[in-house]
C-alpha cells in the first residue's frame, strides 16, 4: 500500500502533499521536512531506497515471539530526482521498490505527456491536472494503473488538462508562461 506522494523542489518547498493514511499535521510536517532533508544530501550515485524514518516506523516490541498479523504499516521511502524535483513514495514493505520506481517514471511521463514538456510552473498554477493524473493512477494507496496511454487518455476524458496559448513556447522545467508579469495561463 502506498501510504503518501510527495512532490518537492530543490528548496524543499512541497508542490504536492497526498497522504493516504490519517495522520496529525504536525506529524505530517515533520514527516516532510525530515523526508527532505534525508533524500536531498544523499548524492545522485546514491540508490533510490530508503527506510522510513524513526518518526513513522512501527514501534519495536520486545516480544519477539509475537508474529506480525499483517504488514500494513509504512516502512519505505522510494524517490527519484528530475532536473528541479523530487517525486517520493512512502510505502509499505508489501509493496516492490522497483514497480514504485516504474510507477514515478509513469507519473512524469504523464504530466509530460499533458502538459508538453512539463516544469515545476505546471505543478502549481495546474494543481488539478496533477491531481487529476494521481487520482487515474492511485485510489486509496491502492495502485490501480500503470498504463501510460490509459492514464493520460483518462485525464483528458476528465477535462483537467488546460492547453497553453499558441505562440507561447518554452523548454521543460524551465520558467516560462508570464507574458507582461502575468500568469498567462494554458
Not at 40 to 49: D, E, G, K, L, Q
Amino acid at each position: 500500500m502506498i501510504n503518501a506522494v510527495l512532490v518537492f523542489n530543490n528548496s524543499g518547498q512541497p508542490r504536492l502533499t497526498k497522504f493516504y493514511t490519517q495522520l496529525d499535521t504536525s506529524v505530517q510536517q515533520r514527516l516532510i521536512s525530515e523526508i527532505f532533508t534525508l533524500v536531498s544530501h544523499r548524492p545522485a550515485s546514491a540508490c533510490n531506497f530508503l527506510p522510513l524514518p524513526p518518526l513513522l516506523a512501527p514501534p519495536q516490541t520486545s516480544k519477539p515471539s509475537t508474529p506480525p498479523t499483517h504488514n500494513d504499516t509504512p516502512s519505505l521511502i522510494t524517490y527519484r530526482h528530475y532536473a528541479t524535483l523530487y517525486f517520493i513514495l512512502i510505502s509499505t514493505s508489501t509493496e516492490s521498490p522497483l514497480a514504485l520506481l516504474d510507477l514515478i517514471q509513469v507519473f512524469v511521463e504523464a504530466l509530460d505527456r499533458l502538459f508538453e514538456n512539463v516544469c515545476e510552473l505546471d505543478l502549481i498554477f495546474n494543481f488539478e491536472t496533477l491531481h487529476a493524473v494521481l487520482g487515474e493512477m492511485i485510489v486509496g494507496g491502492v495502485v490501480v494503473e500503470t498504463g501510460l496511454e490509459k492514464v493520460v487518455a483518462g485525464v483528458k476524458g476528465q477535462g483537467k488538462v488546460a492547453k497553453r496559448p499558441v505562440g507561447e513556447g518554452r523548454v521543460g522545467f524551465g520558467i516560462g508562461g508570464f507574458r507582461e508579469g502575468v500568469w498567462s495561463g494554458r
